[in-house]
């Protein structure tokens, strides 16, 4: 018994081990085998023969880069067919297309994944924005985009929302203090990058069982106060729109929540 027990603890350690693997190449691209065992605190050949693994049943595979490993093509179809059959993204699609067609920007859906927002839907208009954040599956932490503050303020059952900032750095504080205020007036959350020099606006989008979120981001040269303005409008208009549809078609975020 005490054999199966511990046969049973180390497949389930493997199995943990490999998916944080597969997740963490999904997040940050290609990386060394040597690089993943130490990001995971894995033994080199323990990382070596998880690789190994996942690679003949198509979860990994080599990269183009010398030495280095990608998601494969079987995870890939998972992520693709997930995604597709999630009913909110189709109907999302077409408006966020039109609302980044509209302002030159990038317009994404996103939902909160373990405290990170994880992006749906990703539609860009003609100035492609650059950011990490900006491509469908990648995840980003909540206080470092205006989609990140409208899941952490409207999550379900928060008796006070304010407490929600209170573990994060002073700066990180200000700027979701700021973010909230400015919801509270416009319907919208706010957040500025400087680094990126990028302006996000962001809005919730209450499901029948979950909260998702709509963000725009506007390159440098369209954050006017008049392209802002009209970017909110759109953004809420934007939101409105999808919200009506998933009423009207009874849909879900996963139909067995």
Same mark, same amino acid.
């Given at each position: 018994?005490?054999?199966?027990?511990?046969?049973?603890?180390?497949?389930?350690?493997?199995?943990?081990?490999?998916?944080?693997?597969?997740?963490? @190449?999904?997040?940050?691209?290609?990386?060394?085998?040597?690089?993943?065992? @130490?990001?995971?605190?894995?033994?080199?050949?323990?990382?070596?023969?998880?690789?190994?693994?996942?690679?003949?049943?198509? =979860?990994?595979?080599?990269?183009?880069?010398?030495?280095?490993?990608?998601?494969?093509?079987?995870?890939?179809?998972?992520?693709?067919?997930?995604?597709?059959?999630?009913?909110?993204?189709?109907?999302?699609?077409?408006?966020?297309?039109? @609302?980044?067609?509209?302002?030159?920007?990038?317009?994404?859906?996103?939902?909160?994944?373990?405290?990170?927002?994880?992006?749906?839907?990703?539609?860009?208009?003609?100035?492609?924005?650059?950011?990490?954040?900006?491509?469908?599956g990648s995840v980003y932490p909540l206080t470092r985009t205006a989609a990140g503050h409208a899941l952490l303020f409207t999550t379900p059952n928060e008796a006070d929302r304010l407490d929600k900032i209170k573990d994060h750095s002073a700066a990180e504080t200000e700027a979701l203090r700021e973010? =909230?205020?400015? =919801?509270?007036?416009?319907?919208?959350?706010?957040?500025?990058?400087?680094?990126?020099?990028?302006?996000?606006?962001?809005?919730?989008?209450? @499901?029948?069982?979950?909260?998702?979120?709509?963000?725009?981001?506007?390159?440098?040269?369209?954050?006017?106060?008049?392209?802002?303005?009209?970017?909110?409008?759109?953004?809420?208009?934007?939101?409105?729109?999808?919200?009506?549809?998933?009423?009207?078609?009874?849909?879900?975020?996963?139909?067995?929540?």
């Amino acid at each position: 018994m005490k054999r199966q027990t511990d046969e049973s603890n180390s497949s389930t350690v493997a199995l943990k081990n490999g998916l944080e693997l597969v997740r963490l @190449l999904s997040v940050e691209g290609p990386m060394t085998a040597n690089e993943l065992a @130490l990001r995971l605190s894995l033994r080199n050949d323990t990382a070596a023969r998880l690789l190994k693994t996942l690679e003949i049943h198509g =979860f990994v595979e080599q990269s183009r880069f010398a030495d280095r490993f990608q998601p494969g093509r079987t995870a890939s179809a998972l992520s693709e067919k997930f995604l597709r059959e999630t009913p909110v993204n189709e109907i999302a699609r077409s408006v966020l297309q039109a @609302l980044a067609d509209r302002h030159n920007a990038t317009c994404i859906l996103a939902v909160d994944d373990a405290g990170e927002a994880l992006s749906l839907v990703v539609c860009n208009g003609l100035n492609r924005v650059s950011l990490p954040c900006c491509h469908v599956g990648s995840v980003y932490p909540l206080t470092r985009t205006a989609a990140g503050h409208a899941l952490l303020f409207t999550t379900p059952n928060e008796a006070d929302r304010l407490d929600k900032i209170k573990d994060h750095s002073a700066a990180e504080t200000e700027a979701l203090r700021e973010s =909230f205020c400015f =919801f509270r007036a416009s319907g919208c959350f706010r957040l500025t990058l400087e680094e990126d020099d990028v302006l996000f606006l962001a809005a919730p989008l209450h @499901l029948n069982n979950a909260v998702l979120a709509l963000e725009i981001i506007l390159p440098a040269k369209a954050r006017s106060a008049c392209d802002s303005t009209r970017a909110m409008r759109d953004l809420l208009a934007a939101v409105e729109m999808v919200q009506h549809k998933c009423d009207a078609m009874g849909v879900r975020y996963l139909e067995d929540s």
